[in-house]
């Protein structure tokens, strides 16, 4: 199982440009969550989706950003006309299901994806 | 509410001491309490967790307990080691969606 793939690892963009990091998740795995980290911070959640469906974006900033997990395909979060601000660790981890009855997600993450904005 | 305080922000002690991280949260319906270790550069990586239907739980040196009605855990690390210095989140799933919501780290140095 090569776990949660994240690319591109290193992403470079200049302010205005539009930058798409890529999630695939875990064999088996129908949930994918996106977490923002800053340098020295925590892990802000901004969205959690499952296969055509976002479940929870309430983490993610209202203009600029969207994210999508198609039936074919990885996860993809898009942020267009990025400023300095988006510079950040991008973490995508994914679960094989929900919390219902029988208990909560166990979230296993991707390595991230590390963006810096010139 | 979904908001985890996580206390202490950082925490240094000699090897082999003991180490104690502690979380407190606001949603009732959370019952899912994991604890993630990130080194620098890395990723986040599940080191224990625990359900609401127990209070306490060990693995080796890491234990972590849990009082649902205070609504607080925490993460207990024996016989330190150089090698466990690195920054612990704490998190607990919220009762809507199941997403994770994450306490703000702490940064333990493992003094040899």
């Known amino acids: 199982n090569a776990g949660v793939m994240q690319n591109p690892r290193h992403l470079v963009r200049r302010r205005g440009q539009e930058a798409r990091l890529r999630c695939s998740p875990m064999?088996?795995?129908?949930?994918v969550y996106w977490y923002r980290q800053l340098p020295e911070e925590g892990l802000k959640f901004m969205v959690y989706l499952q296969k055509e469906n976002i479940i929870d974006e309430s983490g993610m900033p209202k203009e600029r950003f969207s994210a999508e997990f198609p039936k074919e395909g990885p996860s993809i979060l898009r942020i267009q006309q990025v400023v300095r601000g988006d510079s950040a660790a991008y973490f995508c981890?994914?679960?094989?299901?929900?919390?219902?009855?029988?208990?909560?997600?166990?979230?296993?993450f991707g390595a991230g994806s590390r963006l810096t904005v010139l | 509410g979904e908001n985890v305080e996580q206390h202490p922000s950082t925490l240094s002690v000699q090897e082999g001491d003991s180490a104690v991280i502690k979380c407190t949260y606001s949603?009732?319906?959370?019952?899912?309490f994991p604890w993630y270790k990130q080194e620098l550069g890395k990723r986040p990586q599940l080191i224990i967790d625990?359900?609401?239907?127990?209070g306490e739980k060990k693995d080796q040196r890491i234990a972590v307990t849990l009082n649902k009605t205070a609504k607080h855990f925490s993460l207990h690390i024996t016989e330190t080691q150089p090698e466990d210095s690195a920054v612990y989140f704490c998190?607990?799933?919220?009762?809507?969606?199941?997403?994770?919501?994450f306490g703000q780290g702490t940064t333990l140095q493992v003094k040899p």
């Open positions: 949603d009732s319906a959370s019952n899912y």
């Open positions: 981890a994914s679960s094989p299901r929900t919390g219902l009855i029988s208990g909560a997600n166990v979230l296993t």
């Open positions: 625990i359900r609401s239907n127990v």
């Open positions: 064999k088996g795995h129908s949930h």
């Open positions: 998190a607990h799933n919220s009762g809507n969606t199941g997403k994770l919501i």
